[in-house]
């Protein structure tokens, strides 16, 4: 099972969050399928995904978006990935 707390940060406060669950496993290659969900339940842009993203989540359980993630502009600091442990 799958459950990533996406964040919304601005001025270091959480400004929106939703939490993404899947009954699937955990799939790397469908990283930016799950990106790309949580974003649009956020309503905000999806960032690019490189290979520090998925590392970083792997090894540490949380992944950092910042405005250079971004090929939007963004009225946020940044977007944080935790995995939600059940």
Do not use: G
Request: proline share 2%; glycine share 0%.
């Amino acid at each position: 099972m799958i459950r990533i707390w996406a964040k919304v940060i601005k001025n270091d406060k959480i400004i929106n969050q939703y939490v993404f669950e899947s009954v699937e496993s955990m799939d790397y290659s469908k990283f930016f399928e799950y990106t790309r969900e949580i974003c649009l339940n956020l309503d905000v842009p999806t960032p690019v995904i490189i290979k520090t993203h998925l590392f970083n989540y792997a090894k540490y359980n949380t992944v950092r978006f910042t405005s250079s993630d971004f090929v939007e502009s963004i009225d946020f600091d940044k977007l944080i990935f935790e995995n939600a442990f059940i």
